[in-house]
């Protein structure tokens, strides 16, 4: 399943390049182009799906999340720590309406609270 104005789906096809990371059947991991971390890597399933409330089945969600770990011990921050986070429309600042997981890490992060060092 794929929709053809997107920008992720062109990337999962190999028509636009991409650093990739980890690739299987189902999912296609690779480099944030605007990383935000010394580690940002953006996993999506290869079938298209908008966001998380986009009817995704079961078994495709868990098999995308499962991966997560996977990448982190790829990337080398699976015992330092990483942060996972999923932007769902436009007001979360979803960039790509694609569904895809952001792992961060590689650094310390700060917790958003100002006098937090």
Do not use: W
């Amino acid at each position: 399943m794929r929709k053809e104005d997107c920008l992720f789906c062109k990337i999962v096809a190999g028509e636009i390049p991409s650093a990739k990371v980890y690739e299987d059947d189902r999912v296609l991991a690779f480099e944030d182009v605007n990383p935000q971390m010394p580690v940002h890597t953006l996993i999506v399933p290869k079938n298209h799906y908008d966001n998380i409330g986009d009817g995704i089945p079961d078994d495709e969600m868990g098999y995308l999340f499962n991966t997560v770990k996977k990448i982190a011990e790829l990337k080398g921050i699976a015992e330092s720590g990483y942060r996972v986070i999923v932007n769902t429309n436009d007001d979360a600042q979803q960039s790509v309406h694609h569904i895809h997981v952001h792992v961060l890490g590689g650094a310390p992060m700060n917790s958003g609270d100002p006098s937090a060092k």
